[in-house]
């Protein structure tokens, strides 16, 4: 009998509300690779400072230009710190290890290769296992 020496994802929902984009800085400063991908809308509660308003239409114009933007070759400290942000669509790839995204509004990780950086990033979060 064959036997997949893969091991299968684990997709998670992440309960409560996530209103800054400081996860990505956090899987990023463990695995040094994160390439945003898709599309990115985020509107701001109040209204975006002039830094994060930089850094956001950048990253616009990249994701329209390539598709995609490796997100370690940038400098984008206020896109990360920037709060009380209404997150919409995002979606990241860190690594080969998991994605992150946000569907409107709902924020998912998919964990793609276990390991024990994985579960001590994931600790600060509330999950529900989906699949």
Do not use: H
Not at 11 to 31: A, C
Request: with cysteine.
């Amino acid at each position: 009998m064959y036997e997949n020496s893969q091991p299968e994802s684990t997709k998670y929902k992440i309960l409560g509300t996530i209103n800054d984009l400081s996860i990505i800085e956090r899987f990023l400063g463990i695995y040094n690779t994160a390439i945003l991908y898709n599309n990115l809308e985020i509107e701001p509660y109040k209204e975006f400072s002039t830094a994060f308003q930089a850094d956001y239409w950048y990253i616009k114009y990249y994701l329209l230009k390539d598709g995609n933007l490796d997100l370690s070759e940038f400098e984008l400290s206020a896109f990360y710190r920037e709060k009380y942000l209404n997150i919409i669509w995002l979606s990241v790839k860190v690594k080969d290890n998991s994605i992150i995204e946000c569907k409107d509004g709902v924020w998912f990780i998919t964990i793609l290769t276990q390991d024990k950086n994985n579960e001590a990033l994931l600790d600060d979060y509330n999950l529900y296992k989906i699949c």
